[in-house]
């Protein structure tokens, strides 16, 4: 195969990353605000803001952000747009319900455990309470006739 029948590479990462600015017919600077946030391996990321928000939206948002915020906020927005992928209706609200689902059935297991545990201490009590003696064997002080006192050993 000649070069001239090869086929064309594939864009590079900051081709894509800066879609945007063909969109806008703006021309990319240096300090890009949505290259400096993604890896080149992150392509399928910015795919997904692009996707959901609109890369304008994106960097329209990140500009409006002090710098220390802005990985918090792209994270967050690629977070979004992948849970809005899987669950187009509720996207992380979803998340959210199905986790508060949870939490709510796990504390009615942990009440009902909690029942279950004191109605057994109870019944251990009451079994315990029926044999007679039963708590003076474990009690020297109380117990006089199981420690030898009463036994008669003079045959």
Do not use: W
Not at 40 to 57: E, I, P, R, T, V
Not at 132 to 151: C, K, Q, V
């Amino acid at each position: 195969m000649s070069n001239a029948e090869e086929k064309p590479l594939a864009p590079s990462p900051s081709d894509a990353f800066h879609d945007h600015c063909n969109m806008e017919q703006k021309e990319c600077l240096d300090n890009c605000t949505i290259l400096y946030h993604f890896a080149s391996n992150d392509l399928h990321k910015f795919s997904m803001l692009h996707q959901l928000f609109g890369a304008c939206n994106v960097v329209k948002l990140v500009q409006n952000l002090p710098s220390d915020q802005r990985v918090d906020a792209i994270n967050s927005m690629v977070y979004e747009a992948s849970t809005r992928l899987q669950d187009p209706e509720f996207g992380c609200a979803g998340i959210i319900q199905r986790l508060q689902h949870q939490i709510s059935d796990l504390e009615s297991q942990i009440t009902a455990t909690e029942a279950k545990l004191q109605k057994t201490r109870s019944q251990q009590e009451q079994l315990l309470a029926s044999i007679p003696g039963f708590n003076n064997l474990f009690n020297p002080t109380i117990s006089t006739s199981l420690n030898g006192a009463d036994y008669d050993d003079d045959d």
